[in-house]
Nanobody, 115 residues
Framework: QAPLVESGGGWVQPGGSLRLSCGGS????????TYWYRQAPGKQRELVAA???????DYRDSVKGRFSISRDDTMNLVNLQMDRLKAEDTATYYC?????????WGQGIQFPVSS
């Protein structure tokens, strides 16, 4: 199966906003739990946010109130809205979808948060 595809990255200043999207072929995100992970240079990959098929969402503490994960069932996308970005949010972000017979990753998208 083809990897998921992340889009929406770009350079952003501290305090700015960015929206990442995750899409893929032959997958229905409304049947999966979809995660956004990130990995900063020299650090371990960490879970940022998750959205279940029920719509329930979870966030790591450091992004609560700043990041919002959502699902667009019409477009079959999972989005990560990131507001009030900080330099420490700089990382490669990965999308991951899981279900009973689904376990797919994206190839990652990176963006710097810097002035």
């Amino acid at each position: 199966q083809a990897p998921l595809v992340e889009s929406g990255g770009g350079w952003v200043q501290p305090g700015g906003s960015l929206r990442l999207s995750c899409g893929g072929s032959e997958i229905r995100f409304d049947s999966c739990t979809t995660y956004w992970y990130r990995q900063a240079p020299g650090k371990q990959r960490e879970l940022v946010a998750a959205i279940r098929s029920s719509g329930r969402t979870d966030y790591r503490d450091s992004v609560k109130g700043r990041f919002s994960i959502s699902r667009d069932d019409t477009m079959n996308l999972v989005n990560l809205q990131m507001d009030r970005l900080k330099a420490e949010d700089t990382a490669t972000y990965y999308c991951h979808a899981r279900a009973k017979v689904v376990d797919r990753w994206g190839q990652g998208i990176q963006f710097p948060v810097s002035s």
